[in-house]
């Protein structure tokens, strides 16, 4: 049985769609869009909870071809993330790809082609496979005992229940980017509230400005100023994590600003010296990601909020036991952020050329990815939530470099009249001994002060090897340029179906250039 589609993409979140919409160009018109969730918008569909926003600036987190001009805010709140999504899908018309509440438990590499399994029982085959199942996709219930036995509500970040915490005695655990939302929103309602703080963050000032009306207007007249606005953000963005956090080794000054910054908004709103202290966070400034609020630390100036910073003994039926005392409460929320390297990398069971197993490949011979995309033994596999993919504060840096890596890979394969392709283990090989030596001689995650930041940045080996330790614009000329040579290209087996693919479209710089076509 030949494949049925083009592609089949597991994930309806921007990763997806920017998947879909790359492909389409392409001329794959025939896609399959699974997602176990009942719409589209990954993380910004699922994620519901009180104070949700975009924790970089909104300009920066968007398509950079599909701006959009109606931002509210300087940091868009969650639903306007979601209406993007919605609309984004509707103008490159992906709904009609789109198959919600379908989880996908394996894949298969068959002869030329992939067999994807759905958790209903189904097999569905195309000649390509996209994973885009996102790098926080699986959520983190905390390993500790008794949590099972409380008998009040609890409430999950990404599971968000609308329950009424008037008056309520409330606990959250976590104090990560999502917390630092959540928290001064709690902070209005409960009647007490206690947050369990396992590390605390570095949390710089928000300028969280409404954008006006004009301003809005003038962004939808005359696209090149809402374009030179994203510039200005991602200049910041790019200051703040890449040159301060990748190139740390240069560029140590820049780190230590961005922390003397992040102190003197600590000294700003918190008055006493001991809660200054355990809000302030041991480790270096990016061993962990950092975020922007201007009300976190002003909520635990309030009297009805305590930090607790002692290590959870055990949960009972009515409370949370410490070694400093027992706290009664009414709700548990678990801001706890999500399981990456366990339970993510993959998400589900992915076997490739010779049975090999991509999940147990990666825990036995190190976290690795071609480009944060291809990897050798799994042919026409395209992984995009990878390790070394991540670039940059914004996920739409990381998608679009994606996206251009796509084009440049499928332009030569059709050149070639291929339609398989698979890296060589050479180029992967050297581009993991690159990644590691960059990490190793330059980042902090090398040489600052990581270890005690229980950052999700690092997998369980102890590696940093999430984030993709370049520039960002390294990253997207590696993206347009990686020689040709790095991947092999094999037609279509004898009786399999042909994949039509129509470049007509293209315009002249998604062609490949004349040197790389040997």
Same mark, same amino acid.
């Given at each position: 049985?030949?494949?049925?589609y ?24 025939? !896609?399959?869009?699974?997602d ?5 918008? &990954?993380?910004?569909? *699922?994620n519901?909870? +009180?104070? /949700? @926003?975009v924790?970089i600036?909104?300009?920066?987190y968007?398509?950079?071809?599909e ?41 298969a590499?068959h ?15 195309a000649?390509y496979?996209v ?19 409380f008998?009040?509500?609890v ?9 009424? !915490?008037t ?8 104090? &990560?980017?999502?917390a *630092?939302?959540?928290i +001064?929103? /709690? @902070? ?13 963050i ?5 300028p ?12 939808a007249a ?11 953000g991602s200049?910041?963005?790019?200051m ?15 780190n ?5 910054w ?5 000294r ?9 202290r355990?809000?302030?966070p041991?480790?270096s400034?990016?061993?962990?990601r950092p975020?922007?609020s201007n009300?976190y ?13 002692a290590t ?33 990398f993959p ?49 739409f840096?990381t998608?679009?470099?994606q996206m ?12 070639r009249g291929?339609?398989?392709f698979?890296?060589?283990?050479q ?44 520039s ?9 340029r ?5 991947y092999?290209?094999?037609p279509?087996?004898?009786?399999s ?18 040197g790389?076509?040997?």
């Amino acid at each position: 049985m030949g494949p049925r589609y083009d592609a089949v993409i597991v994930g309806a979140g921007f990763g997806g769609m920017g998947a879909a919409i790359q492909l389409k160009r392409l001329g794959h018109d025939d !896609l399959l869009i699974l997602d176990r969730e009942d719409d589209l918008g &990954g993380t910004w569909h *699922v994620n519901r909870y +009180p104070g /949700l @926003a975009v924790d970089i600036p909104s300009s920066t987190y968007s398509y950079s071809f599909e701006p959009n001009p109606h931002w509210s805010r300087l940091f868009a709140p969650g639903e306007e993330l979601k209406r993007y999504a919605e609309h984004v899908a509707r103008k490159y018309d992906l709904r009609r790809s789109m198959r919600f509440g379908t989880a996908v438990t394996g894949a298969a590499w068959h002869e030329d082609h992939w067999r994807v399994t759905t958790d209903d029982g189904e097999t569905v085959t195309a000649r390509y496979l996209v994973t885009a199942t996102g790098f926080l996709s699986q959520p983190r219930t905390p390993d500790i005992a008794g949590i099972g036995t409380f008998q009040g509500k609890v409430i999950h970040t990404a599971a968000w229940d609308s329950v009424n !915490l008037t008056g309520k005695r409330v606990a959250i655990i976590g104090t &990560g980017a999502t917390a *630092v939302q959540l928290i +001064p929103e /709690l @902070a209005k309602t409960a009647a007490a509230l206690t947050v369990y703080q396992r590390t605390p963050i570095w949390v710089s000032p928000k300028p969280d400005y409404r954008v006006p009306r004009p301003l809005r207007r003038l962004f939808a007249a005359l696209p090149v100023v809402q374009r030179a606005v994203r510039l200005v953000g991602s200049t910041i963005l790019e200051m703040m994590m890449i040159s301060g956090v990748v190139h740390y080794k240069q560029l140590r000054v820049v780190n230590r600003i961005a922390e003397r910054w992040c102190r003197a908004h600590l000294r700003r709103q918190v008055s006493d010296p001991e809660l200054r202290r355990k809000l302030t966070p041991d480790y270096s400034f990016g061993c962990k990601r950092p975020t922007f609020s201007n009300d976190y630390f002003r909520a635990f100036t309030q009297p009805h909020v305590h930090l607790e910073t002692a290590t959870i003994d055990h949960v009972d039926a009515t409370g949370i036991v410490t070694a400093g005392g027992r706290t009664d409460i009414d709700v548990l929320v678990l801001a706890t952020g999500f399981n990456l390297w366990d339970t993510n990398f993959p998400a589900f069971e992915i076997i490739g050329r010779d049975g090999k197993d991509l999940g147990a490949w990666w825990r036995q011979h190190r976290f690795q990815a071609y480009e944060g995309m291809t990897v050798p033994g799994f042919p026409n596999l395209l992984s995009l939530n990878s390790p070394y993919a991540y670039s940059g504060l914004s996920y739409f840096t990381t998608i679009e470099c994606q996206m251009k890596h796509v084009r440049r890979l499928f332009t030569a394969m059709h050149d070639r009249g291929a339609a398989v392709f698979e890296v060589t283990q050479q180029a992967n090989d050297e581009f993991l001994g690159r990644m590691r030596k960059k990490v190793a001689e330059n980042s902090v995650f090398s040489l600052g002060q990581c270890s005690t930041a229980h950052s999700y940045y690092f997998n369980q080996h102890g590696e940093a090897t999430l984030l993709r330790p370049t520039s960002t614009i390294d990253a997207h000329r590696a993206a347009g340029r990686f020689p040709l040579a790095h991947y092999n290209f094999a037609p279509i087996q004898a009786g399999s179906e042909p994949v039509q693919a129509v470049r007509g479209a293209l315009g002249p710089e998604q062609g490949v250039r004349e040197g790389d076509r040997a």
